[in-house]
């Protein structure tokens, strides 16, 4: 049993460091974001003009991506617990740019996997994970608000779509892969250097409130009493024999199903299944990504509030029910409305399922937990894609994927009711 010290005496100067970590997290994930989460559709049309490629091969690089990623998690884990999230994101962003620069050369589909595989190490060790473990050890009460105003990096990538979309038109997408590689390596290391892994190693505590020591040098606090409280952080073993890790982990992994599929197919689907134009299918993009933002701003304050297990179960059933209706939409008003449904939910969710992990295990271990976690939670974003494109290659339609994926991912939500907390582990 691990435990850290933190002073429950409130004395906060007007200047946090812990926002800068926020801010610089934000950047890092939105560079990841723009150049290839959201930008992944896109490249997946292009891809097929040029080699004929089938929507299940496409599939397969972002589901090896995914495999590595988790594969590899708990490993990068333990790397950032180890050696601290700025060293841990300054190679993966170099990583992360050396793999755009090989995915602009490739000329076999052998290649292609082999370049998206680089990316997924680098994107690992140089975009969210650093920036979480970084985040949830300098916020304890405002831990989810300052986790969801991160992640609003990750609704920026969707915003500067129509900006990728028109250099990869005008300048061809090789040209912009190598453009992006660049942008991350210059854009990702000055924001790598403004990464600091526990507060108290720079006089504070989680939240700004100065530490104890600090206020012993201070002459006008010298004489505040300040009492400690005590945060029991797991270890990643004594984490993976609770019960709430396996159901976090589980339910999870099925939500991600519905943003697996939709990253990879949506722009397919609405612009060749449903005739719409790529400037409408791309508008959908930018629907999501502002509904995400206001997501994550409401699910980050409410997790502060409220209790995140129920909110969680709300967030994914109605995440799921979008796929659903996304599944027999025809009309563009069923296309907005889900749109609007699961680019809030996808939002409120992100936070809330990043924090509660941080809630129930603590902060020391965050990262080798995080890790293992996302063992579990690869499957979801790996399957997503597969079952949607395997459903349009042999059945025509992604309908019957849609379906599938929409009532798994509602399981999910099912598995969230029974999360508890773990008690205090014992030794």
Not at 22 to 48: E, I, K, N, R, W
Not at 242 to 252: E, Q, V
């Amino acid at each position: 049993m691990h435990f850290r010290k933190r002073s429950s005496e409130q004395v906060q100067p007007p200047f946090f460091y812990g926002w800068v970590i926020v801010a610089s997290g934000a950047g890092s994930m939105a560079l990841g974001s723009a150049l290839l989460f959201h930008a992944f559709g896109a490249y997946v049309v292009l891809l097929q003009d040029e080699f004929s490629w089938s929507r299940t091969t496409l599939a397969l690089a972002f589901a090896m991506q995914r495999v590595e990623s988790g594969l590899l998690g708990p490993v990068d884990g333990w790397l950032v617990d180890r050696f601290g999230p700025r060293k841990m994101m300054l190679v993966g962003v170099v990583i992360f740019g050396i793999g755009f620069m090989i995915f602009s050369q490739i000329q076999t589909l052998f290649g292609f996997y082999v370049a998206f595989l680089v990316m997924a190490f680098g994107n690992a060790l140089g975009s969210f994970l650093p920036a979480s473990v970084a985040v949830v050890n300098w916020f304890i009460r405002k831990r989810t608000t300052a986790l969801a105003l991160m992640m609003l990096g990750l609704a920026a990538g969707g915003l500067v779509q129509p900006v990728i979309a028109t250099g990869l038109e005008s300048i061809g997408w090789r040209n912009m892969a190598f453009i992006s590689g660049i942008i991350m390596i210059v854009v990702g290391v000055p924001l790598a250097t403004l990464l600091r892994h526990h507060p108290e190693d720079s006089g504070w505590q989680p939240d700004g409130i100065r530490s104890q020591s600090q206020l012993i040098t201070d002459a006008s606090d010298a004489t505040e009493p300040v009492q400690q409280n005590e945060e029991i952080n797991f270890t990643a073993i004594q984490a993976l024999k609770t019960r709430a890790f396996w159901y976090i982990g589980i339910g999870h992994s099925l939500s991600l199903l519905v943003m697996g599929a939709i990253n990879v197919h949506l722009i397919a689907h609405l612009h060749e299944s449903l005739g719409f134009s790529l400037t409408v299918a791309a508008s959908m993009i930018t629907v999501m990504t502002l509904t995400q933002v206001v997501g994550q701003l409401v699910g980050g304050v409410l997790g502060d509030r409220f209790d995140k297990k129920w909110l969680i179960v709300a967030v994914m059933f109605i995440n799921a029910a979008s796929l659903m209706i996304l599944a027999f939409a025809a009309h563009i008003w069923l296309i907005i409305i889900f749109a609007i449904l699961n680019g809030a939910t996808f939002g409120a969710r992100i936070p809330l399922t990043t924090s509660i992990r941080a809630d129930y295990f603590g902060g020391k271990f965050y990262g080798t937990i995080t890790g293992f976690s996302s063992v579990l939670a690869m499957w979801g974003m790996i399957f997503g894609p597969l079952i949607a494109g395997g459903s349009y290659d042999l059945l025509g339609s992604y309908t019957p994927g849609f379906i599938m994926l929409s009532l798994l991912a509602g399981l999910g939500s099912v598995i969230f009711c029974f999360v508890q907390k773990p008690e205090t582990p014992k030794g």
